[in-house]
């Protein structure tokens, strides 16, 4: 048994020096040189991620929705097709290869963090990116390949887009929020266990902060938690992932984004990670995005949604194309599908 532990520690310890000699010996010779970095493999790899996980194709790659995310990465980013029309006139997902080569890594950090845009893009979840992950998706837009054209121009308001857009039908003027459902003697022991979950038992503060991390940089809080994206992200988080009452109409019906604190609430953390491995739904959930995140990302996204707290009511349920939903919800082209 001893022995056996110490062949596979020598085993590994060979394993370490093997990788880690000529890892060394290049920092070592970057040291002396002081060339700037470039990228490497892991980098670009947690780039490419972030913006998967971050569904910036969903908007600035052209096609990238309907062909749910079947779209090689040399037509990534360049721009979409597809307007977010409003008060504001329609905006169009600009081209960021064009953003990124005209800027050092630094300036785009510099840049991101600080980022406003008119409304459809929801620039308060990029601002939150942390520096070594929007460094990682600097670099990975840059190995795409050439920048491009740019995307087409923002139109004030008044005139009529010449390509498919999506557009909230409105119920009126905006209401301030509802309150809370309330609570419920069922409600009162989930609560008890969201606390629980700071205790010594439950997951530690690392993994709800790494799960938090990935809804707000997944944008799950745009379309699963109410008004979200109009407030500009400034919505308490115990009003978060409880599902939506502005539903998404379409060819395919009216879809509501769902309450996640019912689904979580359901399963257990190991049902959860095979049921979103293997998740399909109607769009404009970008599901296929949830198949790329890995196993630890999964499980901190789970283990974070379960201490927000109370479920909840469900969202809507799905009304068929012929049923006409109730405003506000998100008109998509009809085109969209076509394209
Ligand atoms: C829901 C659609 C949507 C998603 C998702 C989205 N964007 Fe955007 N983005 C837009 C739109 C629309 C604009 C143009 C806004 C404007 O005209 O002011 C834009 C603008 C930007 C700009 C400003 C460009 C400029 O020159 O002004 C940057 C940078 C950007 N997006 C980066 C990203 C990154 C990185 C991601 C992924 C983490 C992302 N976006 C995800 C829709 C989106
Ligand atoms: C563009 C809007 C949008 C975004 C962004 C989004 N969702 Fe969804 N999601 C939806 C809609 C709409 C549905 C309902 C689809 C249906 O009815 O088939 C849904 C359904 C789901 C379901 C299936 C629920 C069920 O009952 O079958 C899960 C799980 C889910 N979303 C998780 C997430 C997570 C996690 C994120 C963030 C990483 C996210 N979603 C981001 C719109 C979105």
Redo the contacts with the bound molecule.
């Keep these: 048994m001893v022995k056996n532990v110490v062949a596979v520690l020598t085993i590994i310890a060979i394993g370490v020096w093997l990788a880690g000699s000529p890892v060394a010996a290049q920092q070592s010779r970057g040291a002396v040189v002081d060339v700037p970095r470039s990228p490497n493999a892991e980098q670009l790899a947690r780039g490419r991620y972030m913006v998967v996980t971050g569904?910036c194709n969903v908007c600035h790659t052209v096609n990238y929705d309907t062909l749910e995310g079947k779209v090689p990465e040399n037509e990534w980013l360049t721009g979409g097709n597809v307007g977010r029309r409003g008060p504001w006139g329609t905006t169009y997902p600009t081209n960021l290869r064009i953003n990124v080569s005209a800027m050092t890594e630094a300036d785009w950090v510099a840049y991101a963090k600080e980022l406003r845009t008119r409304p459809g893009m929801p620039a308060w979840s990029l601002r939150e990116t942390s520096v070594e992950d929007l460094r990682a998706m600097y670099q990975f837009i840059k190995s795409l390949g050439a920048p491009g054209k740019p995307a087409r121009p923002f139109l004030p308001p008044g005139q009529e887009p010449e390509t498919p857009y999506v557009q909230v039908v409105a119920a009126g003027p905006p209401k301030p929020l509802a309150p809370l459902p309330p609570s419920t003697a069922g409600n009162v022991q989930r609560n008890a266990g969201a606390n629980a979950a700071t205790s010594r038992s439950g997951p530690d503060a690392e993994i709800l902060a790494l799960g938090r991390y990935m809804?707000l940089t997944?944008?799950?809080n745009?379309?699963?938690t109410r008004d979200y994206g109009r407030l500009e992200g400034k919505v308490a988080e115990k009003e978060w992932l409880m599902g939506n009452l502005q539903g998404?109409r379409g060819p395919w019906g009216t879809?509501?984004?769902?309450n996640?604190r019912i689904?979580v609430s359901k399963m257990t953390e190991a049902q959860w990670i095979a049921y979103?491995k293997n998740?399909r739904?109607?769009p404009?959930?970008?599901w296929w995005t949830?198949h790329e995140r890995n196993i630890d990302d999964l499980r901190a996204?789970y283990q974070f949604i379960k201490t927000l707290g109370t479920p909840g009511e469900p969202a809507p349920s799905?009304l068929p194309p012929d049923q006409q939903p109730k405003p506000p919800y998100i008109q998509w082209p009809a085109a969209i599908s076509a394209q």
Excluded: A, K, Q, S
Aim: glycine fraction near 4%; aromatic fraction near 8%; hydrophobic fraction near 30%.
């Design positions: 569904d809804v997944g944008h799950c745009n379309c699963h998404h879809t509501y984004p769902t996640l689904e979103v998740l739904t109607r404009p959930m970008p949830l996204i799905f």
